[in-house]
């Protein structure tokens, strides 16, 4: 098996490449011993902060660490790194820039086993699945890189041989704030076209997730970045605030949830800073009767169960039409009812544990008031305990699949973020658009149907900013990702997220002498 074949070999290779990573006797995983904060291209412990945060192996329950909260002098400390570093780096060509990202890229390409090996201990996840979010991270940074040559304005001929002119200049510090279902892809999406348009960024990850953007900082630095261009500040609520209220920050981006997201905004609004939220979602899955039944079934577990069903975009609320309700429902029962749940590390694990435990008490209450709102437990949602006994402290639940559900239930209003999926009968297309759109949320969307055209009628009508045919949570780095309504505005990914990592300028060109109206 991987964690006993693998780990012992492996561990070495971890330590040497981050020091912070040792050898546990206890428990034969990691502990952490160095500073999680980066600063000017090296580890340090911040200058200031009195508060420290518990980090844990969500698989073992252990303490992997003790968080170091960063304080306001910190973050100025941080922040004017970056503006310094910004300073050569938005001098630099953009072919300059390219080569450095594509250098980043490379380095994480090749450490793509211990870096994966790292987010699976601190985040709980599958081996399995975070090398999918390393892959998309270093493919990030290399779709960025190809653009940062291209970045251009564009040339106006105006009357009289007169002409203008627009310049995509950079914005300055930016600020990246992270959630802990995906810590280092999360800032490589962020980092990518930040320093692609030229600007420095100080990124603060989860506290829940610490450990594997500090990689990330190292390997720009290792890559050629001017030291600073790339910090990383650790803590909570407090430290986001320094930050979003830090009169040299130029720029916001966010990842997480609604409430967190509003005072975002309003913190940025007092210095009129733009910013970019991908905040929460309670996305429609629409399973119509002329699907591919074995896909459409592979999209619902694909829409519901990455990350022990901790993801944003998830597909929860899953509309199946009438007439095949019962089929589809009993086959999504036993392919759930099939998951292998249990030590991230192993090879053959497609769920780990979730991010702590107050979280999955959490989701345990909601499937608690869903039964109690009438829903049906079809399987899952009770506590696992897996037979390692070195697991048995781990965040573990099965998944959940809940029947007879109706639009009024708290399970189906409200976003769970957790492994459960509420299954809804509908009869008509008009109806079930209706009912999928009837939603704060506005993140995404998917239709499974062989009807080509009834699929793109269908996205189309869709209040969502990210719609899926045929399949589901594919996260391709070329196309813009973001939400509508409460769900978040601004693009990460794709050509669209350089409007938002940049500003224009526009030079008018007079040829001849001014006339003045004076």
């Known amino acids: 098996m991987f964690a006993q074949t693998r780990l012992p070999t492996l561990l070495p290779r971890l330590c040497a490449l981050a020091p912070s990573l040792a050898m546990s006797s206890a428990t034969g995983t990691v502990t952490i011993q160095q500073p999680l904060n980066y600063r000017a291209g090296a580890r340090v412990q911040p200058a200031d902060g009195g508060q420290v945060e518990e980090v844990y192996e969500p698989a073992t329950g252990r303490v992997l660490c003790k968080?170091?909260?960063?304080?306001?002098?910190?973050?100025?400390?941080?922040?004017?790194?970056?503006?310094?570093?910004?300073?050569?780096?938005?001098?630099?060509?953009?072919?300059?820039?390219?080569?450095?990202?594509?250098?980043?890229?490379?380095?994480?390409r090749e450490q793509r086993e211990e870096i994966a090996t790292m987010e699976t201990i601190n985040n709980g996840k599958s081996i399995f699945e975070a090398r999918v979010d390393i892959d998309i991270s270093w493919q990030c940074l290399e779709y960025y890189a190809g653009l940062a040559g291209s970045l251009a304005g564009e040339h106006i001929q105006l009357p009289g041989g007169c002409f203008g002119y627009t310049r995509r200049e950079p914005l300055g510090v930016c600020v990246g704030i992270g959630a802990w279902n995906y810590p280092f892809q999360i800032a490589c999406w962020k980092a990518g076209p930040a320093l692609a348009c030229g600007n420095a960024m100080v990124f603060k990850p989860s506290p829940f997730t610490p450990v594997s953007v500090v990689r990330l900082a190292e390997i720009f630095t290792e890559a050629g970045v001017p030291k600073?261009?790339?910090?990383?500040?650790?803590?909570?609520?407090?430290?986001?605030?320094?930050?979003?209220?830090?009169?040299?920050?130029?720029?916001?981006?966010?990842?997480?949830?609604?409430?967190?997201?509003?005072?975002?905004?309003?913190?940025?609004?007092?210095?009129?800073?733009?910013?970019t939220l991908e905040l929460g979602g309670k996305s429609p899955l629409i399973i119509f009767s002329d699907c591919s039944l074995e896909n459409a079934v592979n999209g619902a577990l694909m829409a519901n169960f990455l990350t022990q069903g901790e993801v944003c975009c998830n597909g929860t609320r899953v509309f199946v039409e009438r007439k095949i309700l019962d089929t589809f429902t009993k086959e999504v029962v036993k392919r759930t009812q099939k998951i292998k749940i249990g030590d991230p590390l192993l090879e053959d694990t497609r769920m780990g544990a979730l991010i702590n435990r107050p979280h999955l008490n959490r989701v345990q209450g909601f499937i608690k008031q869903a039964k109690e709102q009438g829903a049906e437990v079809l399987c899952g949602g009770d506590l696992y305990v897996p037979d390692d006994p070195k697991l048995k402290n781990g965040y573990y639940m099965r998944p959940c699949v809940l029947g007879n559900c109706k639009d009024d239930m708290t399970c189906v209003k409200e976003e769970i973020f957790g492994p459960v999926m509420s299954i809804l009968p509908f009869d008509t297309e008009e109806e079930v658009l209706e009912r999928a759109n009837a939603t704060k949320y506005g993140l995404a969307g998917g239709v499974f149907t062989r009807d080509i055209q009834k699929a793109h009628r269908v996205v189309a009508a869709?209040?969502?900013?990210?719609?899926?045919?045929?399949?589901?949570?594919?996260?391709?780095?070329?196309?813009?990702?973001?939400?509508?309504?409460?769900?978040?505005?601004?693009?990460?990914?794709?050509?669209?997220?350089?409007?938002?990592?940049?500003?224009?300028?526009?030079?008018c060109v007079e040829m001849g002498d001014v006339e003045s109206v004076f």
């Open 228 to 275: 600073g261009l790339f910090n990383v500040v650790q803590g909570g609520a407090a430290t986001g605030q320094f930050l979003c209220h830090h009169p040299d920050v130029a720029k916001i981006s966010f990842t997480g949830s609604v409430p967190t997201g509003m005072k975002i905004m309003e913190m940025a609004a007092k210095g009129i800073k733009p910013v």
């Open 67 to 108: 968080l170091p909260c960063s304080g306001e002098k910190e973050v100025d400390l941080a922040v004017q790194s970056a503006k310094a570093a910004f300073k050569i780096w938005s001098q630099m060509s953009g072919m300059e820039r390219c080569r450095v990202m594509l250098e980043a890229a490379r380095i994480i």
């Open 462 to 507: 869709l209040k969502a900013g990210m719609c899926f045919i045929n399949n589901y949570n594919a996260s391709p780095v070329e196309l813009p990702f973001g939400g509508y309504k409460s769900s978040g505005f601004g693009r990460e990914n794709g050509r669209a997220a350089i409007e938002y990592y940049s500003q224009l300028k526009t030079v």
